[in-house]
């Protein structure tokens, strides 16, 4: 992931454009105040993908569903989506 380093001065002075790069591009840039980073900027688009990841990250059992998904997956134990709509009627889940 590149990330782009600037001075709070520099980015005071271009925050329209950094902040239209971000959402078009989702480069994130590292702002610095004397030299230390003090601040983040990304796309509201990539700050709610972190904030979902987190969540889903936080909840063992989801974690738990994952992997047993990859492992499913890797073990070739899968469904046609033929077999997966017909499943999903025959529970009342889809109409026909």
């Known amino acids: 992931m590149y990330m782009t380093t600037l ?3 520099d980015a005071r002075a271009n925050l329209s454009k950094l902040v239209e790069s971000a959402r078009t591009t989702h480069e994130r840039f590292d702002v610095t105040k ?6 983040v900027l990304l796309s509201a688009d990539d700050y709610d993908a972190l904030l979902e990841t987190v969540d889903v990250l936080s909840r063992p059992d ?3 569903a994952i992997r047993r998904g990859l492992a499913e997956l890797e073990a070739g134990d ?4 033929a077999e997966v709509r017909a ?4 529970r009342g ?3 026909a």
């Open 34 to 39: 004397n030299g230390d980073r003090v601040a």
């Open 87 to 90: 499943a999903m009627s025959a």
């Open 93 to 95: 889940r889809l109409s």
């Open 7 to 9: 001075s709070l001065a």
């Open 78 to 81: 899968v469904s046609s989506a």
């Open 62 to 64: 989801e974690v738990d």
